[in-house]
């Protein structure tokens, strides 16, 4: 079982059509979808457009919940940019999302832990900055969450994790925004530190389940632009740079 995970794609489609395409000469059996689908000051309508045809098991992100249901004063510029230019159809899609899924016995899908939208899984806040959390606080957001493979986003890092009865944790990263700034549940940056698209590819080998981190190309000056054009030029920065 070979599995292409994407996540965190934010409206990118210049960066969600270069993995695509790259994930195409992979060989998988199947790409799965982790949420933060749309939210962006980019392309969010196209983005759709790119993926609802491809009916790819997908769960939704904190970010598709907040431009459905957050209140117009709790929401952010860039959230309400995106609840601005979708339409009924876009959406319907992402309301039909579920929160989690199980793929099988075996593999589990969330965006932050197997619990929470908003969780960091993996890492720990520590200042301004995000480091890798210890293996007993992962254990501990793993829940009861039994799945040998548990693939998870939300933080743009890429990152895997075996935590100590052999189960394993992944974040591909993030397809189409490899920097940000977030306030909660303090102030603080994620950097991936260039501007690559990420996403990764999780095979099922003799010994357990193993992850590989993969980086594209792709066309980030004229996501930077298109994001310029929206008025965003700390978006433009970060994805001309993939630092905040
Ligand atoms: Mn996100």
Partial sequence: ?????ISDIHGNRFALEAVLEDIAERHVDVTVNLGDILSGPLDPVGTATVLMPLGLPTIRGNHERQVLHDPPEKLGKTDAFTRGVLT???????????ETL???DE???CHGSPTSDLVYFMERIDGDRTRVADLATVDRRAGDC???LILCGHTHVPRSLRLSDGRLVVNPGSVGLQAYDDLEPSPHSVEVGSP????AV???????????????????QAASRQAA?????????RLLTGWA
């Fill in 1 to 5: 079982m070979r599995i292409a995970a």
């Fill in 88 to 98: 009924a159809q876009e959406r319907n899609w992402i309301a039909a999302l579920p």
């Fill in 102 to 104: 199980a793929l099988s």
């Fill in 107 to 109: 593999v589990f899908l």
């Fill in 146 to 148: 039994r799945a040998a």
């Fill in 196 to 199: 690559h698209a990420r996403y």
């Fill in 202 to 220: 999780i095979e099922k080998r003799r010994h357990g389940w193993r992850a590989e981190h993969i980086e594209v190309d792709y066309d980030w």
């Fill in 229 to 237: 054009s929206h008025g965003r030029e700390d978006w433009a920065r």
